[in-house]
């Protein structure tokens, strides 16, 4: 199972990213999708998540102003971020809960490599 992550770049706060990350190969079906994000010298945090029905959480922080989204029928989770903020600067990682197959009930955690957001001030 592979992640892609896309959509990272600079922009100028105020301004908006749409992320994506599409998951390929080989799987039975994947249930919760999110997006975590690790700045310079500090942990990585969970930003937003979402579960196969829809449910999501979000970092109280950009609550309002992000909005995460899946299609299933791409295997793909979005991440629409408005109003940026320089404190939004971080490398941008997704990660997915998938099954590998129908016969086995557990689920993996995968990882994809990261995109960089910059929001300059």
């Known amino acids: 199972v592979r992640l892609e992550e896309s959509g990272g770049g600079l922009v100028q706060a105020g301004g908006s990213l749409r992320l994506s990350c599409a998951a390929s190969?080989?799987?039975?079906?994947?249930?919760?999708m999110g997006w975590y994000r690790q700045a310079p010298g500090k942990q990585r945090e969970l930003v937003a998540k979402?579960?196969?029905?829809?449910?999501?959480n979000y970092l109280d922080s950009v609550r309002g102003r992000f909005t995460i989204s899946r299609d299933n029928a791409k295997n793909t989770v979005y991440l629409q971020m408005n109003s940026l903020k320089p404190e939004d600067t971080a490398v941008y990682f997704c990660?997915?809960?998938?099954?590998?197959?129908?016969?086995?009930?557990?689920?993996?955690?995968?990882w994809g490599q990261g995109t960089q957001v910059t929001v300059s001030s």
């Open positions: 190969g080989t799987f039975f079906s994947i249930s919760a």
């Open positions: 979402i579960t196969s029905g829809g449910s999501t």
């Open positions: 990660n997915a809960v998938v099954r590998r197959n129908g016969l086995d009930p557990r689920e993996y955690l995968y």
